[in-house]
């Protein structure tokens, strides 16, 4: 009922969507110091008419700092292309309303794994050069199996939680996979905003296509990415 009746949409945003009224003038602000413009063009293309400017601050060579993790980061024009998506096809656990994906949670361990190794050995002492990673979801049951599995100092986090804040590589665990194409609190626009505009440098996503590509906006989200393949370690036996 409240979605009906509009009351999850912010005051500020009511009055800047409305029709100009007289004496009241809106102003964009459009130029943003948080990321490089390869990370910000999709942004910028669905939310804000194009109009998204990045400042001269963050310079597309600030991506080269990515490289100093094991990640496979793809590279295009000997540039690092800082948004990713990682198909994973562990489909979501069919509990209650708040959903989990362990499938997607191996996926994100193993990730982080990589982004915190350093490509060289002799690097492994500059922990200080290593860059934040914060892990997202929309659901607080997937929340709650990422804090039991990932280390205590890898902040995990809704993406309603985490408005407002940042970090320097951002992981999201899109927790949806079922035959349904269903993608429940995903079908949120300002949600893939918040999500999208986190990170600092770079973005990566852990979903299924074919779900996810249900909806028009995430497929177009999906299509801005570059798909990296993942191969998970095999779990060790004893004896």
Request: hydrophobic share 35%; aromatic share 6%.
């Amino acid at each position: 009922m409240a979605k009906v009746v509009r009351f999850d949409i912010s005051l500020l945003e009511r009055l800047y969507s409305q029709p100009d009224i007289p004496g009241m003038v809106k102003t964009m602000l459009d130029v943003q110091y948080r990321s490089p413009k390869e990370l910000n063009a999709f942004p910028s293309k669905e939310f804000y008419e194009g109009r998204l400017k990045t400042s001269d601050e963050r310079s597309t060579e600030s991506l080269n700092a990515l490289k100093e993790s094991s990640f496979p980061w793809p590279i295009r024009d000997g540039f690092i292309i800082p948004t990713v998506f990682i198909q994973c096809s562990s489909e979501e656990d069919m509990g209650d309303r708040s959903k989990s994906n362990e499938g997607q949670v191996d996926v994100v361990r193993h990730v982080l794994k990589l982004l915190t190794t350093p490509k060289n050995p002799q690097e492994e002492d500059k922990e200080s050069e290593m860059k934040k990673v914060t892990v997202l979801s929309p659901y607080t049951k997937q929340i709650q199996a990422l804090r039991r599995r990932l280390p205590p100092s890898i902040t995990s986090s809704t993406i309603d939680s985490f408005q407002g804040r940042e970090s320097d590589i951002i992981i999201f665990s899109t927790v949806r996979c079922n035959v349904d194409g269903d993608v429940g609190f995903l079908d949120d626009p300002r949600r893939l905003n918040v999500m999208w505009t986190r990170a600092r440098l770079a973005l990566i996503i852990v979903g299924d296509r074919a779900t996810l590509s249900s909806n028009q906006l995430w497929k177009r989200a999906l299509e801005a990415c570059t798909e990296v393949v993942i191969v998970l370690e095999a779990p060790t036996t004893a004896g």
